[in-house]
C-alpha cells in the first residue's frame, strides 16, 4: 500500500473506518493503522475516533501525473515527468538524473522534501502537500555567462504564471526571493553541475507555499502560502503551466539574456530607493537601492554618492528601517 493510495481514500470531511480502508487498499485493518501512524510522521495529521475511523485534519491536494502528464502533452513539452511522494530534494534529484545522463530535459516534483535545499546554504522547509517543490532539469550546450539574470526571469515568469490564475501582486527582493504582503512566499535555487567546457547540467528549483502547515512555524522568517492570502490555486495546473512556461522561456533567455525581463522585474522591484546594509561576508556597507540592470545585476548608490553594479549572488541585503 502507498502512501499516495491511503491520502486518496482519506477525505477531510468524512470518517473512513479502517476496515472499509483496508478493503478498498487491500491489506488488513492493522496495515491500514501503520500506515496511518506513518502518515503522522510525515506531518500530515488524521483525526482518529473510535466507532468511525479515519479522516484528515485538513484537506490534502496531492499531485495528479494524468493531469500534469495531459498538460505537459497538450503543450508538446519535451519534459520527462518525475514524481515522487517524498525526496531528499527536487534539486539533488534533478542533478542526479542529468548526471546519469538518461535525461535531458525533465520535471521533478514532490509532496514533500526531507532536506530541501535554500540559497547560501539554508535549508527550506517543504511540508508534505504545502509547498511546491518544482524542478527543472536540462542538459544546456551555451556558455556559462549565459545564465546570468536566469534566477531573477524566473520569478517574472512565476508571477506571470501566476496571473493566469488569480489576480496576485508579487514583490521582487533581489536577488531572486519572491513575497506577497512583504512576507516571503516563494524562493528560487539556480544550481549548475557537470563539465562546463561542454554541456553542463542546468537546475532549477522552485518551492512556493501553497496551504497552511505548522511545519511552516520553523521557519526564521515572516512567511506566507497563498492559502493564507486566500488563494487557493489547482498546484497539478500550476506546476505543469510554470513547467511549460520556464521551458519555453529558456531557449530565448539563453540567447537574448536578461534584458527581455528586466522591465518587468523592476516593476515588482520591492525595496527600490530604499536605504539597507549591503552584506559580503564580513563587510557591510551602507547603500542606496536603485534598479536592476540589463545583466540582473543590482544598481547601488554607495558609501561615496557612486552608482555601482553588484552581482554576487552570495551577498545579502538588510533594509534599513
Ligand atoms: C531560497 O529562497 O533560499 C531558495 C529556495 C529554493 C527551494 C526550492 S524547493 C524546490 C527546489 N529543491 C530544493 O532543494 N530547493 C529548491
Not at 487491500?26 to 482518529?48: D, P
Not at 535555487?189 to 553542463?200: A, C, K, T
Amino acid at each position: 500500500m502507498t502512501t499516495s493510495r491511503l491520502l486518496a481514500a482519506l477525505s477531510a470531511d468524512n470518517f473512513i473506518s479502517g476496515t472499509r480502508l483496508g478493503e478498498l487498499l487491500g491489506v488488513s485493518r492493522t496495515a491500514v493503522w501503520k500506515q496511518i501512524q506513518q502518515l503522522e510522521q510525515l506531518g500530515i495529521e488524521v483525526i482518529t475516533q473510535r466507532q468511525q475511523g479515519y479522516k484528515l485534519a485538513a484537506p490534502l491536494s496531492l499531485f495528479n501525473k494524468a493531469v500534469i502528464g495531459q498538460q505537459l502533452k497538450e503543450n508538446a513539452s519535451q519534459l520527462e515527468l518525475k514524481l515522487f511522494s517524498t525526496l531528499g530534494s527536487t534539486n539533488d534529484e534533478a542533478k542526479q538524473l542529468l548526471a546519469a545522463g538518461k535525461t535531458s530535459k525533465l520535471l521533478v516534483l514532490t509532496e514533500m522534501q526531507t532536506s530541501g535545499k535554500g540559497r547560501r546554504g539554508k535549508s527550506w522547509v517543504s511540508p508534505f502537500g504545502s509547498n511546491l517543490a518544482l524542478t527543472l532539469g536540462f542538459k544546456i550546450d551555451a556558455d556559462i555567462s549565459s545564465l546570468q539574470g536566469l534566477s531573477l526571469a524566473l520569478a517574472v515568469e512565476l508571477q506571470e504564471c501566476l496571473n493566469e490564475f488569480c489576480s496576485i501582486d508579487l514583490g521582487f527582493k533581489w536577488p531572486n526571493d519572491i513575497y506577497l504582503n512583504n512576507k516571503k512566499l516563494c524562493g528560487i535555487l539556480v544550481e549548475v553541475g557537470g563539465d562546463f567546457s561542454g554541456p553542463f547540467n542546468l537546475v532549477l528549483g522552485i518551492g512556493l507555499n501553497l496551504t497552511k502547515s505548522n511545519q511552516f512555524n520553523s521557519i526564521e522568517q515572516p512567511f506566507i502560502c497563498l492559502e493564507e492570502a486566500g488563494f487557493i490555486i489547482d498546484k497539478n495546473l500550476l506546476a505543469a503551466r510554470l513547467a511549460i512556461r520556464i521551458e519555453k522561456m529558456l531557449p530565448e533567455f539563453l540567447t537574448k539574456g536578461f534584458a527581455a525581463w528586466q522591465e518587468k522585474w523592476n516593476k515588482q522591484h520591492l525595496w527600490y530607493g530604499k536605504q539597507a546594509v549591503l552584506i559580503n561576508g564580513a563587510n557591510k556597507k551602507q547603500v542606496e537601492i536603485k534598479e536592476v540592470n540589463s545583466h540582473g545585476e543590482l544598481m547601488v548608490i554607495n558609501e561615496d554618492g557612486q552608482l555601482e553594479s553588484i552581482n554576487s549572488g552570495e551577498l545579502s541585503l538588510r533594509l534599513i528601517e
